[in-house]
């Protein structure tokens, strides 16, 4: 959530990582045992395998839950690097709405907080300042 939106393409020499922060970068791998060690940084995470998903948990107290999607709305191929482009925008343009509904056809549902909002909207507050003008 920190990084924003990312995405991974994972063959059997590397793992490509799409960040819509930092851009795209390759990182080659190898798996020993239960684990993914990448072979230009120091990062180990064990993998458990849930079918529809992959959690790495990382020898640096990082977790991370892969989604495997069968066909992504855009190729992750055509991600473009300039993320102030025509086609950038054009990529980001409802993925919020196409990621929920990959995972809620995974079963797993997605909360948007309102049931946990504890104060007044930010709306209703606003409504409350100006009536007291």
């Known amino acids: 959530m920190a990084n924003g ?9 590397y793992v490509v990582f799409y960040n819509q922060k930092v851009g795209r970068f ?4 190898k798996i020993e045992n239960d684990s993914l060690k990448y072979l230009t940084k120091d990062y180990v ?5 849930y079918g529809d998903s992959l959690l ?4 640096d107290s990082t977790q991370a839950l892969l989604h495997r999607f069968k066909e992504p709305h855009v190729p992750f191929e055509k991600i473009p ?8 925008a054009s990529y980001i343009a409802d993925f919020d709405k196409r990621l ?12 948007d907080g309102v049931e946990k909002r504890e104060g007044p909207a930010y709306e209703e507050l606003l409504k409350k300042k100006s009536a007291n003008r």
Not at 45 to 49: F, L, N, P, Q, R
Not at 56 to 59: A, D, F, P, S, W
């Open 5 to 13: 939106y990312s995405e991974f393409d994972i063959d059997s020499q």
């Open 26 to 29: 390759k990182l080659p791998y």
């Open 45 to 49: 995470a064990k993998i458990t395998d």
């Open 56 to 59: 790495l948990e990382g020898n």
């Open 81 to 88: 690097e300039e993320k102030d482009s025509l086609s950038f």
């Open 100 to 111: 929920i509904s990959e995972l809620e056809k995974a079963g797993i549902k997605i909360s």
